[in-house]
């Protein structure tokens, strides 16, 4: 089993930023690619952003490209997503994902965390 742990969300207004953390834990040697996915009130979850083992390979959603950074930090099995020019649109639980593969849908994913609230005010 893997155990992850998010933190870092809060209130923030538009144009700001916020920087998660997702902290891995367990058989971590089973994981080949940990992403973020977001849930806003009434809508899908939806992809954000991974993180592959393969080579360091990122991938993002066209909406938070460019405003986004995943990144990785090996030593402490812990992945970042470091968001700016936030908008209200980016309002949202965010939750971290890990899995045994490349991939950018839901179902490729095993483990996730409790996710964290971000909220954009206007």
């Known amino acids: 089993q893997v155990q992850l742990v998010e933190s870092g969300g809060g209130l923030v207004q538009a144009g700001g930023s916020l920087r998660l953390s997702c902290a891995a834990s367990g058989r971590t040697f089973s994981i080949y690619a940990m992403s973020w996915f977001r849930q806003a009130p009434g809508k899908e979850r939806e992809f954000v952003a991974a993180?592959?083992?393969?080579?360091?390979?990122?991938y993002y959603a066209d909406s938070v490209k460019g405003r986004f950074t995943i990144s990785r930090d090996n030593a402490k099995n812990t992945v970042y997503l470091q968001m700016n020019s936030l908008k209200p649109e980016d309002t949202a639980v965010y939750y971290c994902?890990?899995?045994?593969?490349?991939?950018?849908?839901?179902?490729?994913?095993?483990?996730w965390g409790q996710g964290t609230q971000v909220t954009v005010s206007s």
């Open positions: 993180f592959y083992w393969s080579g360091g390979r990122t």
């Open positions: 994902s890990a899995g045994p593969r490349d991939g950018s849908y839901r179902g490729e994913y095993d483990y």
